[in-house]
């Protein structure tokens, strides 16, 4: 009986599957309306207690082709006392103080800032997002401000990692994101759906900001609820591979596993909210119904595929113990479950090594690296099924500061300065 329904739901999974790859190949219909102006925009960096790092992004954004005025740009603080605060005075740099500190996720502070500057009357036609922690490629700006033009309301950047390195725990973190990106991103820009945001290092339109009148994107995941507040007005959305940007990436298992729940509470806490609009959407069939109806199926059938497979493994150990009981051989049921876990770990080591051959060497990660990460990524990948697990059990996960500490100099940033 148990090895029926874990076949219904493979089938359930498998069908999902393709009737998302069968809609997905008729794409969506954009229209962009290109822009030959020159835009202005404003760099907005949530940086509570980050004076480790914000330095390193700061002397990034100064060396850019694209010329920055640091009037610009604005670091978002909690208190006087922040250490971070003389580094911007120093750079005469915009500081803007939090009004509420209940309030500690990421889409607070950036709210915070926005309906800060439109309170001033000023008016931006682009915002840059960035972490603290990020560092950026000379030609950042240059390349995303092509993409502006082109029309996007939305342009995310390439993102690599600064410590890929250090452990195999960031340099298979460091993974997470190139699968969303050179793998979900790249195909879906390839059908013209609409993308996902993941982390910073991105822009949005400041048409879209005012409309708005501030960013209410305060979920634990703010950047995924973008993602579906995106989807649901048909916003344009682009990944430029040449706009490259770097962040740090945990280090130590717990510290993973801790952001990863929050991940994964993010996620199903902004499709809660969004899920009945996007259903309602989806409805109409409009111009950007495959994007809708990709965004509403998200990882169901991979969740699916993980319940089955867990569903058949525990009624194999169920029939270890109860077999045993009765002196019965149990040689061939431990059979079947190595057997099975060792088709999934080949598996995901495929899936890995295709990703590694893809990114090639645009991955800040030395070979060593990579040929470990090979073989521990599917590790790092089943992990999620803890993340899980912590992410139903637990009812309130709070967004708590990863601390940040690891500073690069990129090559050709460091040119720069010597040429100078």
């Not at 090895?3 to 794409?27: M, R, S």
């Not at 965004?295 to 867990?310: A, D, E, F, Q, R």
Request: glycine share 4%; charged share 25%.
């Amino acid at each position: 009986m148990i090895t029926l329904i874990c076949l219904i739901l493979v089938f359930i999974a498998v069908f999902l599957l393709f009737k998302e790859y069968l809609i997905t190949l008729k794409g969506c219909k954009i229209s962009l309306k290109k822009n030959k102006d020159t835009p202005t925009f404003a760099v907005l960096i949530p940086a509570r207690d980050e004076s480790l790092v914000i330095s390193n992004l700061l002397d990034s954004i100064k060396c850019q082709t694209e010329k920055v005025n640091p009037k610009d740009i604005y670091i978002i603080v909690e208190t006087k006392k922040d250490p971070t605060v003389s580094i911007a005075k120093k750079r005469d740099i915009n500081i803007i103080y939090r009004e509420d500190l209940t309030k500690r996720r990421k889409g607070y502070a950036l709210d915070d800032a926005i309906k800060s500057i439109l309170k001033a009357k000023k008016h931006y036609d682009m915002y840059f997002i960035f972490d603290a922690d990020n560092v950026l490629d000379k030609n950042y700006f240059k390349e995303m401000l092509k993409s502006y033009k082109k029309g996007y309301d939305i342009g995310i950047g390439y993102r690599n990692t600064k410590n890929g390195d250090m452990s195999i725990y960031s340099a298979c973190s460091s993974l997470t994101f190139s699968m969303i990106n050179t793998f979900a991103n790249s195909y879906k820009e390839k059908h013209h759906l609409a993308l996902t945001i993941s982390g910073t290092g991105f822009y949005i339109k400041g048409k879209i900001l005012e409309e708005l009148k501030g960013y209410p994107f305060h979920t634990l995941t703010e950047d995924y609820e973008l993602t579906l507040y995106a989807v649901l007005h048909n916003f344009s959305i682009t990944y430029n591979t040449k706009a490259k940007y770097f962040d740090e990436q945990p280090t130590d298992y717990l510290t993973t596993i801790k952001q990863r729940t929050r991940w994964v509470k993010g996620y199903f806490e902004a499709r809660r909210k969004y899920y009945p609009l996007l259903k309602r959407k989806a409805s109409l069939k409009d111009n950007n119904y495959a994007s809708v109806y990709t965004t509403l199926v998200g990882v169901k059938p991979y969740i699916i595929l993980v319940i089955s497979i867990l569903l058949y493994l525990l009624n194999l150990f169920y029939q270890i113990i109860t077999n045993s009981i009765r002196k019965t051989p149990i040689t061939n049921y431990l059979w079947q479950i190595v057997m099975i876990l060792l088709l999934i770990y080949l598996g995901l080591v495929i899936f890995t090594g295709i990703l590694l051959l893809k990114e090639k060497n645009n991955l800040k990660l030395s070979s060593k690296m990579k040929l470990k990460s090979l073989f521990f990524n599917p590790l790092f990948l089943a992990s999620y099924i803890n993340c899980l697990y912590l992410a139903l059990r637990n009812k309130e996960i709070n967004w708590d500061k990863i601390e940040h500490t690891t500073n690069i100099e990129l090559e050709e940033l460091k040119n720069d300065r010597n040429s100078h």
